[in-house]
């Protein structure tokens, strides 16, 4: 395995496809706040490096996700960190619009508390 490339040969099979997935974790590059977490395939990390655009693999379509292309919410790449183990992606981004497609700036809007209790703690991009 190389030093700079993850190891899909550790990721989890796609449901619809069975190919290793690997999880993908976007945070703004500006503020360091976790943006949310997807899946990214060989093709999609490929795509990513080459164009400096985050492209994700959705799990439920079974196909490459270019974050941004339906809904213009796209994320600028601004750093790729690989973990100790190279089996999960951190994208630093500059982010368009929501990250989350219930139009939240985070996927990470709500907050559980101890007893279960949950709260949406942010309003939604108009």
């Given at each position: 395995?190389?030093?700079?490339?993850?190891?899909f040969d550790a990721g989890v099979p796609c449901p619809k496809t069975g190919q290793p997935l690997l999880p993908a974790?976007?945070?703004?590059?500006?503020?360091?706040?976790?943006?949310?977490?997807?899946w990214m395939n060989r093709?999609?990390?490929d795509e990513t490096i080459s164009g400096n655009r985050a492209v994700y693999f959705s799990r439920s379509r079974g196909?490459?996700?270019?974050k941004g292309d339906t809904s213009g919410h796209a994320q600028v790449v601004r750093e790729i960190r690989v973990?100790?183990?190279?089996d999960t992606i951190l994208l630093s981004v500059e982010q368009?619009?929501?990250?989350?497609?219930?139009?939240y700036e985070s996927c990470?809007?709500?907050?559980?508390?101890?007893?279960?209790?949950?709260?949406?703690?942010?309003?939604?991009i108009a």
């Open positions: 395995m190389s030093s700079h490339v993850p190891n974790i976007a945070q703004d590059a500006t503020t360091g706040r976790v943006l949310m977490l997807a093709e999609a990390w196909k490459l996700w270019r973990d100790c183990d190279a368009t619009g929501a990250a989350c497609h219930e139009n990470f809007f709500r907050r559980v508390d101890p007893d279960g209790t949950t709260h949406i703690t942010e309003e939604r």
